[in-house]
């Protein structure tokens, strides 16, 4: 029986010892603990030793005030051992500076990752802006600020920096020296690693979602979410489109068709009309050549004028094909314009169309 109960005891003993890392703490070393207990003066820790550790108040006052208020006994924390020596019962350990390493850690991560994070300018001086990392302090360079604009200086460059106070930017870690305490990181890395991964996710022939940021005369750049696409003007409706602005404006949200992608030079070719039912096929069953049409004026150019047809098919009036008594300048657009059919492209998808050749017609 003796035997039964010392048997019994060894292995009580030894689930016990299991529970814990027998491997002394070092001075510096950084360990998970539970928390047992939390009191104004100190917080007592489980390190999965024997000895348990200390978090001294002066070191706790150190911490967010509601960082502080929302621990309770059971969470788990890291800390750093200060003092594992045997001067006194416990271990004498710091919760703030366990959460400046684990905060080092993941900066160190985003470094050899290549992740993006976000973080709010909380303060500028003459170098750059100041962004909080954690518990850390991250500095961003004016050369690496995209928000700010090249080749400001003085006021202009110190005005645009506070104007970035309480904003978020996006940003890549691109330095981390723990020794000298140096977090440096960068806005325009991070939006140049952004484009990559957009346009190397970015397939040809596939439809996304953006939005219109700028019309120029010869298109429209579109914002696919960090970095813009162009719809050329040819792209854009089955119709003739003299400028982008007819079709579209600033800020409109718009399907495009993804036409090329060019990873090296970061071009992306876009189109909206290939989203739009082509009206060409049903051009044959409706329009013949020599038939008189109604049609609307669309657009008065010095070669002509453009009339649509209906159905989104638009045919050109060339100037010579003007009456002897009208002529392009007479005509504004929305008029209403019967014209004749003189040639059908299909190929090239133009209508030729004679307003003179109406009148000729009538007068033999």
């Known amino acids: 029986m003796s035997r039964c109960i010392d048997l019994e005891q060894r292995h009580f003993l030894t689930l016990i010892e299991s529970d814990y890392d027998y491997r002394r703490p070092r001075r510096g070393q950084v360990r998970q603990a539970v928390i047992i207990s939390i ?8 390190l999965g030793v024997k000895r348990d550790g200390i978090v001294p108040r ?11 208020t929302s621990l309770q006994a059971g969470d788990r924390v890291p800390v750093l051992i200060l003092d594992a020596s ?14 400046e390493q684990q905060d080092w850690l993941r900066a160190k991560e985003l470094l050899e990752s290549g992740e993006i994070c976000e973080a709010k300018v909380t303060g500028m001086n003459r ?18 600020l995209l928000s700010v604009p090249v080749g400001l200086h003085g006021d202009r460059l110190r005005q645009a920096k506070r104007d970035l106070v309480g904003q978020t930017l996006s940003l890549a870690v691109i330095e981390v020296n723990q020794r000298r305490r140096r977090l440096v990181l960068s806005e325009r890395v991070a939006d140049r690693r952004r484009r990559q991964r957009l346009l190397e996710g970015l397939t040809e022939g596939e439809v996304r979602t953006g939005i219109v940021r700028h019309l120029v005369h010869f298109g429209a750049f579109v914002d696919l979410g960090g970095v813009d696409g162009l719809i050329h003007i040819s792209e854009l409706d089955w119709r003739h489109v003299t400028h982008p602005s007819e079709v579209l404006s600033v800020g409109d949200e718009v399907e495009v068709y993804v036409l090329s992608v060019d990873r090296e030079r970061e071009r992306i070719g876009l189109s909206r009309k290939r989203l739009l039912p082509d009206p060409w096929p049903l051009v044959a069953k409706r329009l013949r050549v020599g038939q008189v049409v109604q049609g609307t004026v669309t657009k008065v150019v010095k070669f002509g004028v453009f009339v649509d047809l209906g159905k989104g098919v638009e045919g050109l009036v060339h100037a010579s094909e003007m009456n002897g008594k009208a002529t392009n300048t007479d005509l504004e657009r929305g ?20 307003l003179r050749r109406i009148t000729d017609a009538a007068l033999h």
């Open 39 to 46: 009191s104004e003066d100190e917080m007592i820790v489980d």
């Open 58 to 68: 002066r070191d706790l006052e150190l911490l967010d005030d509601e960082y502080r």
């Open 86 to 99: 045997d001067r006194y019962d416990e271990i004498i350990v710091s919760l703030k500076q366990g959460l």
């Open 127 to 144: 170098g750059g802006v100041i962004v909080p990392f954690g518990r850390l302090r991250g500095f961003v360079p004016n050369s690496h």
């Open 335 to 354: 008029s209403p314009i019967a014209v004749r059919v003189l040639e059908i492209d299909r190929w090239r998808r133009r209508i030729a169309l004679s």
